[in-house]
């Protein structure tokens, strides 16, 4: 789970892509792309409990290395990870690792929990840029054209998770949200979160702790990326 302060509201991605397609760039194919993927939480923050030895750290670091596995077969694209093991890693160096690298995407793993044990499935929130318009080149709703590409980048790529993860969570995608993502406050790029499965149900559980499934996440959202930089 992350901490989602001032969710906004939901968009369809219908609405979504039909009012701000106007503006998607296509990137050419030979171009080298660097992915930061962040396993969320680590060290003393657990995340939310899976078992009584098994918390959301745990699956998300396991997903996250599957999933730079997976992309490090194609030849374009390089994967840096917030940790590679089971340490803290505050806020302030995540925002660190992605200052200093530049990343044309972010994508923050976490596990989800809550409403009720009957809530099952994947959800994917992308960065809030309302009161981050600060360019003074802003178009009729206030957004720099920087912002609006890195919105659209981040809706294009959460319609290919959407539909590369159904094949795990078969219909159980619970749709795009906008939400503040503490961990990018001040940092201008694209970037998605991706809370996969929930804790507080018992199939999502089981898929969860099953390295099959997790390896089966890691190719689903690996061929998210790599079909959105083809
Ligand atoms: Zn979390």
């Known amino acids: 789970m992350f901490n989602k302060?001032?969710?906004i509201f939901l968009l369809t991605f219908l609405l979504v892509s039909l009012f701000w397609g106007g503006v998607n760039t296509l990137t050419a194919a030979t171009n080298n792309y660097k992915i930061v993927v962040d396993p969320a939480h680590g060290g003393s923050d657990a995340g939310v409990k899976i078992t009584d030895t098994i918390n959301e750290k745990d699956i998300t670091l396991a997903i996250a290395l599957a999933l730079q596995t997976e992309l490090s077969k194609e030849g374009n694209i390089k994967v840096i990870l917030s940790r590679v093991s089971d340490k803290d890693v505050t806020a302030e160096n995540r925002k660190k690792i992605m200052q200093e690298n530049k990343p044309n995407f972010f994508l923050s793993i976490h596990i989800n929990r809550g409403f009720g044990k009957h809530a099952s499935g994947f959800e994917l929130y992308y960065p809030g840029f309302g009161k981050a318009a600060?360019?003074?080149?802003?178009?009729?709703?206030?957004?720099?054209?920087?912002r609006i590409k890195y919105l659209n980048e981040s809706v294009r790529m959460a319609h290919l998770i959407?539909?590369?993860?159904?094949s795990v969570f078969p219909r159980m995608g619970r749709g795009l949200r906008e939400a503040d993502v503490p961990v990018l406050e001040g940092l201008h790029l694209p970037a998605l979160v991706v809370e996969i499965g929930f804790a507080s149900n018992s199939d999502d559980r089981k898929k969860?702790?099953?390295?099959?499934?997790?390896?089966?996440?890691?190719?689903?959202?690996?061929?998210?990326i790599k079909s959105f930089y083809r």
């Open 5 to 7: 302060t001032k969710k």
């Open 134 to 146: 600060a360019s003074t080149k802003k178009d009729a709703k206030g957004l720099s054209p920087e």
């Open 208 to 224: 969860l702790l099953s390295a099959k499934t997790q390896k089966e996440i890691a190719r689903a959202l690996s061929r998210s």
């Open 162 to 166: 959407q539909r590369n993860l159904d």
